[in-house]
């Protein structure tokens, strides 16, 4: 399958199960289909030939969002079964980090829980033994509304900062695990933009710039968005001014994070909300954006249940 056309079947069920309304409803933002040594945030722009192969290890992340409030989820797929201790490594280490986590609980703690039991795995390929090892610089966030990085960061090593969840903050419990080094890079095209949450008024001289800017206030606000969003909605001959955006600090273009070596990587995400002692999880296919992200991805993965760690979502 192509790997546009993947991630647009899907986007379509979530704008059909959630029936989408503008800013109201709908996608949280783009679609990774981070391949092998890509680790996190890439999607395909327009005219991307990429097609998902036998021996690829895709992380797939998407998010869905009602009145702001956002779903990060994501899972692995990996069709080769000699990669599973990898999967499984990663599925345990996020286990690990919603059970650590809780109200008063201090981040680097369950940094240092994660890295613990993600490199208690190993996986063998091509007859080499590698230890499984967290991505350092990559990690979970805490979430507001219409704003899918909040400010607070999970690490999955040890060594962070000794910040304190609170109660009431809303998190991605996110975790990456590595045949590697451990560490990524920004690389590739750029695909994924973003208004800077908390920017006020930035003077722009392009028409162009201006009228873009208006086509994303309306349709994304400050959620993430991809050019094949803007190609949608209609849009041509944009990325001048989508660069001036950029440059003159209103928005931002993040490139996918890549392996300093070319490793392979695999990644697991949960959502959940801290309420008095408990991390909750939203479960069941009727649980407002959450259950619609789980269905959505019933619609393209159903003939290859089996391969998919559907854990990041809701099981």
């Given at each position: 399958?192509?790997?546009?056309?993947?991630?647009?079947?899907?986007?379509?069920?979530?704008?059909?199960?959630?029936?989408?309304?503008?800013?109201?409803?709908?996608?949280?933002?783009?679609?990774?289909?981070?391949?092998?040594?890509?680790?996190?945030?890439?999607?395909?722009?327009?005219?991307?030939?990429?097609?998902?192969?036998?021996?690829?290890?895709?992380?797939?992340?998407?998010?869905?969002?009602?009145?702001?409030?956002?779903?990060?989820?994501?899972?692995?797929?990996?069709?080769?079964?000699?990669?599973?201790?990898?999967?499984?490594?990663?599925?345990?280490?996020?286990?690990?980090?919603?059970?650590?986590?809780?109200?008063d609980v201090r981040l680097c703690d369950i940094g240092a829980a994660v890295q613990e039991v993600m490199e208690s795995y190993e996986v063998e390929l091509d007859g080499k033994t590698y230890q499984v090892k967290p991505i350092r610089n990559l990690n979970g966030h805490s979430i507001r509304p219409y704003q899918i990085h909040a400010g607070k960061s999970v690490p999955i090593v040890k060594g962070g900062e000794a910040t304190r969840m609170e109660e009431g903050e809303f998190y991605a419990i996110e975790t990456f695990g590595?045949?590697?080094?451990?560490?990524?890079?920004?690389?590739?095209?750029?695909?994924?933009?973003?208004?800077?949450?908390?920017?006020?008024?930035?003077?722009?001289?392009?028409?162009?710039?201006?009228?873009?800017?208006?086509?994303?206030?309306?349709?994304?606000?400050?959620?993430?968005?991809?050019?094949?969003?803007?190609?949608?909605?209609?849009?041509?001959?944009?990325?001048?001014?989508?660069?001036?955006?950029?440059?003159?600090?209103?928005?931002?273009?993040?490139?996918?994070?890549?392996?300093?070596?070319?490793?392979?990587?695999?990644?697991?995400?949960?959502?959940?909300?801290?309420?008095?002692?408990?991390?909750?999880?939203?479960?069941?296919?009727?649980?407002?954006?959450?259950?619609?992200?789980?269905?959505?991805?019933?619609?393209?993965?159903?003939?290859?249940?089996?391969?998919?760690?559907?854990?990041?979502?809701?099981?």
């Amino acid at each position: 399958i192509l790997l546009t056309q993947l991630c647009e079947t899907l986007e379509d069920s979530v704008r059909n199960l959630i029936e989408a309304r503008g800013l109201d409803a709908g996608i949280a933002f783009p679609t990774g289909c981070s391949l092998n040594w890509v680790a996190a945030h890439w999607t395909p722009n327009a005219g991307d030939k990429t097609v998902l192969q036998y021996d690829d290890v895709m992380k797939l992340d998407f998010g869905t969002q009602i009145d702001g409030r956002i779903i990060d989820s994501a899972f692995t797929v990996a069709f080769n079964p000699r990669y599973n201790p990898l999967l499984e490594a990663v599925k345990d280490a996020t286990n690990t980090g919603v059970r650590e986590a809780g109200i008063d609980v201090r981040l680097c703690d369950i940094g240092a829980a994660v890295q613990e039991v993600m490199e208690s795995y190993e996986v063998e390929l091509d007859g080499k033994t590698y230890q499984v090892k967290p991505i350092r610089n990559l990690n979970g966030h805490s979430i507001r509304p219409y704003q899918i990085h909040a400010g607070k960061s999970v690490p999955i090593v040890k060594g962070g900062e000794a910040t304190r969840m609170e109660e009431g903050e809303f998190y991605a419990i996110e975790t990456f695990g590595s045949t590697g080094k451990g560490y990524v890079r920004e690389d590739l095209e750029c695909s994924h933009y973003m208004k800077n949450f908390d920017v006020g008024h930035v003077p722009l001289r392009l028409p162009r710039a201006k009228a873009l800017l208006a086509t994303i206030d309306k349709h994304f606000g400050t959620l993430a968005f991809c050019r094949r969003y803007l190609d949608r909605l209609g849009e041509t001959k944009y990325l001048m001014a989508l660069k001036n955006l950029c440059d003159a600090g209103g928005r931002r273009g993040l490139r996918a994070s890549v392996a300093v070596s070319r490793a392979v990587h695999n990644n697991v995400t949960t959502t959940g909300s801290l309420r008095l002692r408990l991390v909750q999880h939203a479960r069941g296919a009727g649980c407002g954006a959450a259950g619609l992200a789980r269905r959505a991805v019933s619609v393209i993965f159903s003939a290859g249940k089996p391969f998919i760690q559907k854990h990041a979502i809701l099981t």
